[in-house]
């Protein structure tokens, strides 16, 4: 079995400053894990990914996150928040179940970026 | 390369109606996954297919169904609306190839029922 939960629906920053979106996951096998972002009315687009290589991991748009695995978390990071990163922002964890891949979402954080 | 597109992008349908929507997988991807999510909330999975065989399966009921076609595109069928089905209808297409799982996801479609 495998959960994710998204500490915060609602994460509040000023432009400029540093973004943390927090995710703890569990999984009985070591696990893929995501970050996906959802503009209104939009479907999700991939924002970074680890599969298992580096614990640090680069994605688009200046975000980063770190894989840790004794804390369970993979915590999403901007060193400076733009006002278009203001979306929804999604953790996502995937392994093997009976021979696929079936990830599990959590609810989502909603970024709010003040000027 | 085309992406992940759908079909229709918006619909509303009456409870008890029966609905069929529609995606069309990105070049080279053999896989569809289809999830629904509620407003406010992240997506939950419907279910997956691959190579037109259901490959797994959510906790929805068994009048969520579905097609994969050979060229990989699929569609959700909901029979028996209902109120709560009012969501937004996502799918994503993925390969099995390669070493990592990601899945690349379409618009939408924003499903009312009334």
């Known amino acids: 079995a495998q959960s994710v939960t998204q500490l915060g629906s609602h994460v509040s920053v000023s432009e400029g400053a540093l973004v943390l979106l927090r995710c703890n996951y569990s999984?009985?096998?070591?696990?893929?894990l995501f970050w996906y972002v959802q503009y209104p009315n939009q479907g999700l687009q991939l924002l970074l990914k680890y599969t298992s290589a580096a614990t640090l991991v680069k994605g688009i748009n200046g975000f980063e996150a770190e894989f840790k695995k004794s804390e369970t978390s993979f915590h999403l990071t901007k060193p400076s928040a733009h006002m278009s990163d203001a979306a929804e922002y999604f953790c996502?964890?995937?392994?093997?179940?009976?021979?696929?891949?079936?990830?599990?979402f959590g609810r989502g954080t909603s970024l709010i970026v003040h000027p | 390369e085309t992406g992940v597109t759908q079909s229709p992008t918006h619909l509303i349908k009456t409870r008890g109606q029966q609905v069929t929507l529609r995606c069309s997988s990105q070049s080279g991807h053999n896989t569809v996954s289809w999830y629904q999510q509620a407003l406010g909330q992240g997506p939950q999975f419907i279910f997956q297919?691959?190579?037109?065989?259901?490959?797994g399966r959510g906790n929805f009921p068994p009048r969520f169904s579905g097609l994969q076609f050979p060229n990989y595109s699929s569609e959700l069928n909901v029979n028996a609306l209902e109120l709560d089905d009012s969501a937004l209808y996502l799918c994503?297409?993925?390969?099995?190839?390669?070493?990592?799982?990601?899945?690349?996801f379409g618009p939408g479609t924003r499903l009312t029922v009334t």
């Open positions: 996502a964890v995937s392994a093997p179940t009976g021979g696929s891949y079936i990830p599990t």
């Open positions: 297919y691959y190579r037109e065989e259901e490959n």
């Open positions: 994503a297409s993925s390969s099995d190839q390669g070493s990592s799982y990601e899945q690349y």
């Open positions: 999984s009985s096998v070591p696990p893929y």
